[in-house]
């Protein structure tokens, strides 16, 4: 992942109504591709890489697995629908995947 601009820091934002909750992360995972952790509060997370796609009227279009699809639709105030689009690599925000062929 490469960070293009950072946004500030915690005590930067409005966290009224929200709870923080902090993973600790050891030195030598800091390089590790995929993570899957318990907050400090017993909350496990993780992270999952895939392709991502702009859509249309301020949608996002990634490539379909059921896991997937599975955990997006239990995000709250998340929409996840499964639907056969051709993809546009000039939409792409980021991706593991390339538009070229051999």
Known sequence: ???????????????????????????HEAFKKIHKKTTD???EIGNRHAPLFWGEDDTFITIYNE???????????????????????????SASIHDHHH
């Open 41 to 43: 509060h017993g909350t």
């Open 67 to 93: 896991p997937m699809l599975i955990m997006l639709q239990k995000i709250h105030g998340v929409t996840a629908v499964k639907e056969v689009k051709k993809l546009d690599f000039d939409q792409r925000i």
């Open 1 to 27: 992942m490469l960070c293009e601009q950072i946004w500030g820091k915690l005590p930067d934002f409005d966290l009224s109504g929200k709870t923080v909750e902090y993973v600790d992360i050891e030195w």
